[in-house]
């Protein structure tokens, strides 16, 4: 089986195991970036709260912007890594004004993925992943972002090579998996490594792609 084949294998069980969509709602994009930002490092859970609590208090982005760093640290605190997050979105909020003259990101709708990409990274702290997130959730765009979860379960499975980078994965999953199906495929992927592909301790026996993944067949 190649890797083509073994992807499309891959996203058939994993359908069958969890069916992950894309919400039906979505945030606009820069409220998407301000999620995926709060998301980084920490568990849905604490993301989540951080991210109420966070639009609670500045419910507009203009709001957020002007707010002191302070009250934005003390918003997101349950996330984790506040102090940081905090000022990584003072500077994006600063950069998409400079750049834009306004607090918003909604001209993307209007780019390729391409160029899509290449705006959000060359933003303050935002890397591949978080670029491809904010495309995914906020426009529906069909890339496959390559987050830790979906980076280990594609290099046991065999999907990747075991050195392959994360920017690197995500530009040869996207070549191994259909359009419509990266998506899906990326929430799955997720969803694989948090209920049963742990970084240790994997559940191989309950796993329902064991018999195609490469660590599981080398350790039987």
Known sequence: MDRREKALEVDRRLVTAFGMKLPAERRDVIQELVHAVLSQNTTRRNYNLAYARLLERYPTTGELARAPLSGVEEAIRPGGLSRQKSRALKEILAAIHEQRGEYSLE???????????????SLPGVGPKTASVVLMFSLGRKVLPVDTHVLRT????????????????ERELEGLVPPAKRPRMHLNLVQLGREICHARGARHEICPVNSICDLYQGTK
């Not at 001209?107 to 993925?113: H, R």
């Not at 391409?114 to 959000?120: D, N, Y």
């Not at 594609?154 to 994360?166: F, N, Q, Y």
């Open 107 to 121: 001209f993307i709708a209007g780019l390729g993925v391409p160029e899509a990409r290449r705006f959000l990274t």
């Open 154 to 169: 594609s290099k046991r499975i065999g999907l990747v090579d075991e050195k392959t980078t994360a920017e690197e994965a």
